[in-house]
């Protein structure tokens, strides 16, 4: 079935440093996939997303790329920020887009 | 402003005594749905509607119930809550169901069920 599958928290970098969050899917046909973020004590807000492979997202100094032959969507910053403290959650929507699925999520933690 | 409100943020509340969680955009989307988050489980979909009169389940429907009356509003009911339904709730609504569709969430509403 559908699935997505992150990388495991909690993450822990010191600021300006290089961030990696993996996010791996499986689908059938052609979805569509989410970044959101989880600030402290709210709720979630999109980052970024692609519609199609090949398709890069970007927002706020994030990137991910759509990449149908490795089915990823890694999520990347090069330098990050305390303000970036957070829980990501990857997801993707499917056909009809009734569903969508996240991943478990990643808990980052920016040290100054 | 445009935004997704539920009501309560925080209920604490005793096993069996029905209770009721409203969510209400003011963004005139067709899409709404609910999702429960709990610890190393990520976002689980419960109910979600296409539009007034529409509803289906998500992937944990059982103990939960929902209506779509109004196109704004979409409210979470637990008729008979057990402890398992501790958790954090949200609702979320988006302009239509393209898979290409930013999901917009509330603020959360977190129960615990003693």
């Known amino acids: 079935g559908n699935s997505v599958t992150q990388m495991e928290g909690p993450v822990t970098l010191s600021e300006e440093a290089f961030l990696t969050i993996n996010c791996t899917y499986t689908?059938?046909?052609?979805?569509?996939l989410f970044w959101y973020v989880q600030y402290p004590g709210e709720g979630l807000q999109l980052l970024l997303k692609?519609?199609?492979?090949?398709d890069k997202g970007s927002n706020k100094g994030f990137e991910a790329t759509y990449r149908k032959e490795t089915t990823s969507f890694h999520l990347e910053k090069g330098s990050v920020q305390v303000s970036d403290s957070a829980v990501y959650f990857c997801a993707l929507v499917y056909s009809s887009a009734s569903k969508i699925i996240f991943g478990s999520g990643t808990r980052l933690s920016i040290r100054p | 402003e445009a935004q997704v409100t539920q009501n309560p943020r925080y209920l604490i509340t005793v096993t069996g005594k029905k209770l009721t969680v409203t969510c209400s955009q003011n963004m005139n989307h067709e899409y709404m749905s609910w999702y429960r988050q709990d610890p190393g489980l990520g976002l689980r979909q419960i109910y979600y509607s296409m539009n007034v009169e529409v509803t289906d389940k998500g992937d944990v429907p059982e103990g939960y119930k929902v209506s779509r009356k109004e196109k704004r509003n979409f409210p979470l009911i637990l008729e008979s809550p057990s402890p398992n339904q501790t958790s954090l709730y949200f609702c979320?609504?988006?302009?239509?169901?393209?898979?290409?569709?930013?999901?917009?969430f509330g603020p959360g509403t977190r129960l615990l069920v003693l």
């Open positions: 689908a059938t046909g052609y979805p569509s």
């Open positions: 979320a609504s988006s302009p239509g169901q393209g898979n290409r569709e930013t999901q917009y």
């Open positions: 692609a519609t199609k492979a090949d």
